[in-house]
């Protein structure tokens, strides 16, 4: 008997831990809702504004500076994302990037703006690769990103390192060249772990995960 009740209570832990399944089609409509809806730039707006509250308290050093991701930080893919029906295609992704048209997270561009305006350093740091510079600069200038100290992403052969390590090992060669990073802004787990990053902004990202 005793060995029975075991067994029920087994199964019910089991079955209580099997993460339910969502059909896909239904996920994609509730991630769509969440983003044309205008809740995800209410959220990222709320956020913003705690992260100017914490901002207008810290002592104005001329080395003070915010770390911006750029994709779904920065910029906003969502319409490509949405266009494609969703997922990824590793040369599609490459070719919109290469496109350099998608429009800025005005939340995050409101944040710039108001780091500009009090004189702030702004880097961009991002783990896109070198043969997306050119197109990199120029969204982020056709997007209104266009001043900063400096906007660094992975070269080539630092592709066996992940974007938490490329992140943070960059954070800290910039902080030992005396930028005082006060804040991080970006969407990923992986662009804050490792330290230096000062004040976390962690956006929503219902699109995708990066390791
Ligand atoms: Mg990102």
Known sequence: MKY????ISLLIFFVACQPELINLDKAKKAVAEYYDSGKYEKDCGKLIDKAVEFIE?????????????????????YCYIKSIGFGYILDEWNKWINRAEAPPNKEVKRLYDYLRSKNIRIIFLSGRYEETYKATVDNLHSAGYTEYDTLIIRKNHQNNESASKFKSRVRK??????????????????DFEGGFSGYIIKLPNYLYEVD
């Open 173 to 190: 060669e910039l902080s030992e060249k005396g930028y005082r990073i006060i804040a991080n802004v970006g969407d990923q787990k992986s």
């Open 4 to 7: 029975r009740i075991l067994q």
């Open 57 to 77: 308290s810290v002592e104005p050093y001329d080395s003070n500076a915010v770390v911006f991701d750029i994709d779904e930080t920065a910029l906003d893919n």
